[in-house]
């Protein structure tokens, strides 16, 4: 049987990736073996890609068509080379990031025109979008406080994202909140200002419940 294909979305600092892990942890409890990705990224290929996306030459800044491009190219890879495999191998695939962030950065927030921005999403993921996506929301002064937390605890460069303006993580919060309308039917908000244990508690519930996984 094809694997579940779960996304986790969000603004920056709201603990994707700590859902991601959490959750991989828990569904092996239950003998649910799942593999952890991200976008952008995943192959070694979609990692040059990410490269030059997170850290573009300092006197040559990326256009937004080029970002979209890259992360594109990023994603074709992906899900080509790895996440459509994994799910026919019947392997379940967890994603931090994936469709929606082109969606909300490039799209809502960036400007390219939607249905673009759906045609591409469309040919690079083969038609491929998440049985389920987990959206992230929490306070932008916690989220910007943990982001603060992690690049001090890690001493890697902040993203030029993560560096943006209070003002630019409201309207990416408020651009993330659209997608629960955009997309009911998969898109799940779960408040992240809880600590990482409950919000991974919360999230496996919803997946039982969804998946009818009786454990
Ligand atoms: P990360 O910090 O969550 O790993 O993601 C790196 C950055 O990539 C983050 O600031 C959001 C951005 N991004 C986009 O702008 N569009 C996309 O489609 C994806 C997947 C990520």
């Given at each position: 049987?094809?694997?579940?294909?779960?996304?986790?979305?969000?603004g920056e600092?709201?603990?994707k990736?700590?859902?991601?892990?959490?959750?991989?942890r828990?569904?092996?409890k239950?003998g649910?073996s799942s593999?952890?990705t991200?976008?952008?990224?995943?192959?070694?290929?979609s990692?040059?890609l990410?490269?030059?996306f997170?850290?573009?030459?300092?006197?040559d800044p990326?256009?937004i068509?080029?970002?979209?491009?890259?992360?594109?190219?990023?994603?074709?890879?992906?899900?080509g080379k790895?996440?459509?495999?994994?799910l026919?191998?019947?392997?379940?695939v967890?994603c931090?990031r994936?469709s929606?962030s082109?969606?909300v950065?490039?799209?809502?927030i960036?400007g390219?025109?939607?249905n673009?921005?759906?045609q591409?999403?469309?040919?690079t993921?083969?038609?491929?979008?998440?049985d389920?996506?987990f959206?992230?929301?929490?306070?932008?002064d916690?989220s910007?406080s943990r982001?603060?937390?992690?690049?001090?605890?890690?001493s890697?460069?902040m993203?030029?994202?993560?560096l943006?303006e209070?003002?630019f993580?409201?309207?990416?919060?408020?651009?993330?909140r659209?997608?629960?309308?955009?997309?009911?039917?998969?898109?799940?908000?779960?408040?992240?200002?809880d600590?990482?244990?409950?919000v991974?508690?919360?999230s496996?519930?919803?997946?039982?419940?969804?998946?009818n996984?009786g454990l």
């Amino acid at each position: 049987m094809r694997g579940k294909f779960i996304s986790i979305e969000g603004g920056e600092g709201v603990g994707k990736s700590l859902l991601a892990s959490g959750l991989a942890r828990v569904l092996d409890k239950y003998g649910i073996s799942s593999i952890v990705t991200r976008e952008p990224g995943g192959t070694p290929t979609s990692n040059r890609l990410r490269d030059i996306f997170v850290s573009p030459p300092k006197d040559d800044p990326l256009l937004i068509e080029t970002e979209f491009c890259i992360i594109s190219a990023a994603r074709a890879q992906h899900v080509g080379k790895k996440i459509l495999p994994l799910l026919e191998q019947g392997q379940w695939v967890i994603c931090d990031r994936f469709s929606d962030s082109s969606r909300v950065y490039q799209g809502k927030i960036g400007g390219i025109d939607k249905n673009f921005i759906e045609q591409v999403i469309s040919h690079t993921t083969q038609g491929l979008e998440p049985d389920i996506t987990f959206l992230l929301d929490c306070d932008v002064d916690i989220s910007l406080s943990r982001v603060e937390q992690r690049f001090k605890l890690s001493s890697t460069d902040m993203s030029r994202y993560d560096l943006a303006e209070r003002s630019f993580h409201q309207k990416l919060q408020a651009a993330y909140r659209e997608l629960v309308e955009d997309f009911p039917d998969r898109v799940v908000l779960i408040d992240a200002s809880d600590t990482i244990e409950q919000v991974v508690e919360k999230s496996f519930k919803i997946l039982k419940d969804r998946f009818n996984l009786g454990l």
